[in-house]
């Protein structure tokens, strides 16, 4: 079976500070990737997705991520944060016919102003 | 912006007692999940649902559990006889899509706490 793993669990950053949150996952065959964003008493909300082409995509709130095949990666990046970006973040794959995402156990970003 | 609507936002029960969920999904939306969160855990997976019938459904989702469109409008999601694990912050979501897309809307949760 499919897993996630996200090894940062709570980063804390101050605004004008480069962010990368990694994100792991681990099946052999071909998968889709997903970021999702929790703000503070808000429901998830996609941030990015990769299927296929290019493997650096650009999402919301200028969020990209880079897919790296050979280590099942799938890294969240962003130039500059912002005390908005304070959230809780979660890289979720599905496998290809599907239904069930599987996430991870999510990163909570703490931006300081 | 259309969006997924749960209720009730937080319910508290006794264990074994029986709990229902409610979501409004988007109206176009085909296809209807629900996941659940234990407090400090993982997002998991516990059920999809299209054309009136489960499509897929995790390990976590055993006989305990069932879901129902009862009305074309809302999808319920019942635990028969709740145990204290089932403690959980429980999410519906909805997608116009049926292929592998992840583009999941979900709703705000329903916090529910087995006593």
């Known amino acids: 079976a499919q897993s996630v793993s996200q090894h940062n669990h709570h980063v804390i950053l101050s605004e004008a500070a480069s962010l990368e949150l990694g994100c792991n996952y681990s099946?052999?065959?071909?998968?889709?990737l997903f970021w999702y964003v929790q703000y503070p008493g808000q429901h998830l909300q996609l941030l990015l997705k990769?299927?296929?082409?290019?493997?650096l995509v650009k999402g919301i709130k200028g969020f990209e991520a880079e897919f790296i095949k050979s280590k099942f990666s799938f890294n969240l990046r962003k130039p500059s944060v912002q005390w908005s970006d304070t959230a809780e973040y979660f890289c979720?794959?599905?496998?290809?016919?599907?239904?069930?995402?599987?996430f991870g156990s999510g990163t909570r970003l703490q931006v300081q102003p | 912006e259309p969006e997924v609507t749960q209720t009730p936002s937080h319910q508290v029960t006794q264990m074994g007692q029986e709990v229902i969920l409610r979501c409004v999904p988007i109206?176009?939306?085909?296809?209807f999940y629900w996941y659940r969160q234990i407090l400090g855990q993982k997002v998991e997976f516990l059920v999809s649902?299209?054309?009136?019938?489960?499509?897929?459904k995790s390990e976590i989702f055993d006989d305990q559990f069932s879901v129902e469109r009862p009305d074309g409008s809302n999808f319920t999601l019942k635990i028969r006889s709740t145990k204290l694990e089932d403690s959980a912050m429980y999410f519906c979501?909805?997608?116009?899509?049926?292929?592998?897309?992840?583009?999941?809307?979900f709703g705000e949760g329903s916090r529910l706490t087995v006593l």
């Open positions: 979501a909805s997608t116009w899509t049926g292929g592998n897309t992840g583009e999941l809307f």
């Open positions: 099946y052999g065959g071909t998968v889709n």
């Open positions: 990769y299927f296929s082409g290019d493997p």
């Open positions: 979720a794959v599905i496998v290809t016919g599907r239904r069930a995402l599987t």
């Open positions: 109206s176009n939306h085909l296809y």
């Open positions: 649902f299209y054309n009136n019938e489960i499509s897929e």
